[in-house]
């Protein structure tokens, strides 16, 4: 099959073990990847304010790691991400974690996401970076766009319509994934602290542990995954599930609540063709309140197709978002996008891509500065991975 698990932890026949372990050191592996593209939007737009017609987009990360397995077959390894896309600005550690794998499975301890993510199925697109369960390109300037409410579904300068599992988010965590078992793997994660934790992103070990019972502060995160992946005659099956449960922490004004969120998918390989679909459901709060705000459930559908021939790989998807916030008056935007296009691998790991999309957001609330939007965007560019 040629789609490979989010996972990437085919462990190997390890065990701990009673005798004495050392090792040499870690064997340190630098890597990451480069996404860049030149972009044509046509978004709607405020009168007052303009966006350039073309415009190049990347985004960077590099990747250190290491790893070595011990004399007793225990694999120890580190890994870090950095991301840097903004000029003159710091450097920023994404993800850093350690982890430790065997034939009971492997532990992750650290910043990364968590298992409902790990072992999230994604439907095929037609660029995975557009298009994807987690949107890294984004062609649309939302923060001009003639609708306010746009922000109930988040900072409008960074407005992703995709469909990750990200409860947990890129917080301090522990996870678990057990050995790939006649193609079954499921995992486990436990994340302390969602918001206002003090040992997160760009902060170090010695401010203590976080604060608890914190007004509207999401605390401690459950989640667990599972996924299959086998072949059924001629037909490839990816198939997989997960859920996550987040706590919140206090709520005075009783505006708020836990946050839920699951997700289910299967993708479908027939010789060259690729079919799939994923749900995702977010429930932000299940109270009706007029101080609600915020409050925002959504519910996202995808589907894609694929057909891969030599180094080509054309595909596209259709995307399906309602999102309702539980607000006096009411408040509902539903977003579709369609997109299409084509990836050729020219090299190693290098790949151009170039997609045509076009999304369109309704919006049932009349009152002013919430008009509906819709935009159409071309890109063409390419990934190059190291």
Do not use: C
């Amino acid at each position: 099959m040629k789609k490979l698990l989010l996972a990437s932890v085919a462990v190997s026949g390890l065990a701990f073990a009673a005798a004495p372990a050392h090792a040499n050191g870690l064997e340190v592996d630098l890597g990451g990847h480069f996404k860049g593209y030149g972009v044509y939007s046509n978004p709607d737009e405020v009168s007052t304010s303009e966006i350039r017609a073309f415009d190049i987009l990347h985004e960077t990360e590099i990747h250190i790691g290491g790893e070595t397995t011990l004399d007793n077959g225990l694999t120890v390894g580190v890994h870090f991400e950095i991301e840097n896309d903004e000029d003159d600005a710091d450097l920023g550690i994404e993800e850093n974690y350690a982890y430790f794998s065997g034939n009971w499975g492997r532990l992750n301890a650290g910043i990364e996401d968590g298992a409902a993510y790990l072992l999230q199925v994604a439907a095929p697109s037609a660029d995975s970076n557009l298009d994807g369960i987690r949107q890294y390109i984004n062609p649309v300037n939302y923060s001009v766009i003639n609708n306010s409410n746009l922000r109930a579904l988040g900072q409008t300068t960074d407005l992703r319509f995709d469909y990750d599992m990200s409860t947990s988010g890129k917080h301090a965590k522990l996870t678990y994934l057990s050995p790939i078992m006649n193609g079954f793997q499921g995992g486990i994660s436990y994340t302390p602290e969602v918001d206002g934790g003090t040992n997160d992103n760009n902060l170090n070990g010695l401010n203590g542990n976080s604060f608890d019972d914190t007004e509207d502060d999401l605390g401690e995160a459950y989640e667990i995954g599972l996924r299959y992946e086998g072949q059924f005659q001629n037909v490839g099956v990816i198939a997989g599930a997960g859920y996550a449960h987040a706590e919140l922490e206090a709520d005075a004004d009783a505006s708020n609540d836990d946050q839920d969120e699951w997700n289910i998918g299967v993708d479908l390989d027939v010789g060259a063709f690729g079919i799939g679909a994923s749900y995702l459901d977010v429930d932000v709060s299940d109270k009706d309140s007029a101080t609600g705000a915020g409050a925002l459930d959504t519910e996202t559908w995808v589907v894609g197709v694929d057909y891969t021939t030599g180094a080509f790989k054309l595909g596209a998807s259709y995307y399906d978002q309602n999102a309702e916030e539980e607000v006096a008056g009411g408040l509902e935007l539903d977003t579709q996008r369609y997109s299409g296009g084509v990836v050729y691998t020219y090299g190693p790991g290098m790949t151009f891509r170039g997609s045509l999309s076009y999304i369109d957001i309704e919006d049932n609330d009349a009152t002013a500065g919430t008009d509906d939007v819709d935009a159409t965007s071309v890109m063409l560019g390419t990934q190059i991975n190291f």
